[in-house]
């Protein structure tokens, strides 16, 4: 982690220079002021004008990185099939990234999105670029791919890719959130957990509560998981059993 990263191991969106910001806008067009990781365009656009939050952002890329190579065994089954020991994201993985954390309306992996979106948002981009991105957010588990014969691919976000994308994203961490969750969980009833008790208890927008809660329902096996169709949660209720809350204070007192 950078020497500028704070102690407590939360990653931190770069400083905003505003004055400096207005002047570039039109040369970095749409890019957006927080890429995950500077593209070829946003180091062109910083040689034309100098930018003050480069340092930041320098450091704010190393916590990503880092916070990407720590979670799960995705990077030791990356290195098994690649011999790479890191990930990094950069360019069109950096810009599909971007834009698929934030277009997401609800935190449920259920928006397909589709490349045009993409270079609709960031117009400077190339296809091959973009689909180079793709295809490495796809074999990191970050993106789903679904093809039709005929049709063009769509994609949308995995689970793993809220846990580690929404954080330097978003601005919150999807695997502290679900300890908070499964606090709430543990401290209950036995007799079942209605998510809209723990929805009203914790207020947070759907968009981050969704992917947090989704963390806590993978510890409760499928047949004690409500699967009615609805659109706003996950499941509506959900039943752990004695091991499944023990798996879960354990979850809540981790770090």
Same mark, same amino acid.
């Given at each position: 982690?950078?020497?500028?990263?704070?102690? @407590?191991?939360?990653? !931190?969106?770069?400083?905003? /220079?505003?004055?400096? %910001?207005?002047?570039?806008?039109?040369?970095?067009?749409?890019?957006?002021?927080?890429?995950?990781?500077?593209?070829?365009?946003?180091?062109?656009?910083?040689?034309? $004008?100098?930018?003050?939050?480069?340092?930041?952002?320098?450091?704010?890329?190393?916590?990503?990185?880092?916070?990407?190579?720590?979670?799960?065994?995705? =990077?030791?089954?990356?290195? !098994?099939?690649?011999?790479?020991?890191?990930?990094?994201?950069?360019?069109?993985?950096?810009?599909?990234?971007?834009?698929?954390?934030?277009?997401?309306?609800?935190?449920?992996?259920?928006?397909?999105?589709?490349?045009?979106?993409?270079?609709?948002? /960031?117009?400077?981009?190339?296809?091959?670029?973009?689909? %180079?991105?793709?295809?490495?957010?796809?074999?990191?588990?970050?993106?789903?791919?679904?093809?039709?014969?005929?049709?063009? @691919?769509?994609?949308?976000?995995? !689970?793993?890719? /809220?846990? =580690?994308? %929404?954080?330097?994203? $978003?601005?919150?961490?999807?695997?502290?959130?679900?300890?908070?969750?499964?606090?709430?969980?543990? !401290?209950?009833?036995?007799?079942?957990?209605? =998510?809209?008790?723990?929805?009203?208890?914790?207020?947070?927008?759907?968009?981050? *509560?969704?992917?947090?809660?989704? $963390?806590?329902?993978? *510890?409760?096996?499928?047949?004690?998981?409500?699967?009615?169709?609805?659109?706003? /949660?996950?499941?509506?209720? *959900?039943?752990?059993?004695?091991?499944?809350?023990? @798996?879960?204070?354990? *979850?809540?007192?981790? %770090?």
């Amino acid at each position: 982690m950078s020497d500028d990263a704070p102690k @407590d191991g939360k990653i !931190q969106q770069p400083k905003r /220079y505003l004055g400096a %910001d207005v002047g570039r806008a039109a040369v970095k067009g749409g890019l957006g002021m927080v890429p995950l990781v500077g593209s070829p365009l946003a180091e062109a656009a910083g040689l034309m $004008m100098p930018d003050p939050t480069a340092k930041d952002r320098e450091r704010w890329e190393a916590d990503v990185t880092e916070g990407v190579n720590n979670l799960h065994g995705r =990077v030791d089954d990356i290195d !098994q099939r690649t011999g790479k020991k890191t990930v990094s994201l950069e360019g069109g993985a950096a810009l599909a990234a971007k834009h698929m954390v934030e277009s997401c309306p609800d935190g449920l992996a259920h928006k397909w999105v589709a490349i045009e979106d993409i270079l609709a948002a /960031y117009p400077d981009a190339s296809r091959n670029e973009v689909l %180079d991105g793709l295809g490495d957010l796809e074999s990191y588990g970050l993106v789903s791919t679904i093809s039709f014969i005929g049709a063009p @691919d769509r994609y949308k976000m995995t !689970q793993y890719g /809220y846990e =580690v994308l %929404d954080g330097p994203v $978003m601005g919150w961490n999807t695997a502290q959130d679900a300890r908070e969750i499964a606090a709430l969980v543990v !401290q209950g009833n036995r007799d079942g957990v209605r =998510v809209e008790e723990l929805d009203a208890a914790l207020g947070w927008p759907r968009r981050r *509560f969704n992917p947090a809660l989704r $963390m806590v329902v993978d *510890f409760v096996a499928p047949g004690r998981v409500s699967q009615s169709l609805q659109a706003e /949660y996950v499941t509506r209720w *959900f039943s752990p059993s004695n091991a499944e809350r023990a @798996d879960l204070r354990r *979850f809540a007192a981790s %770090d």
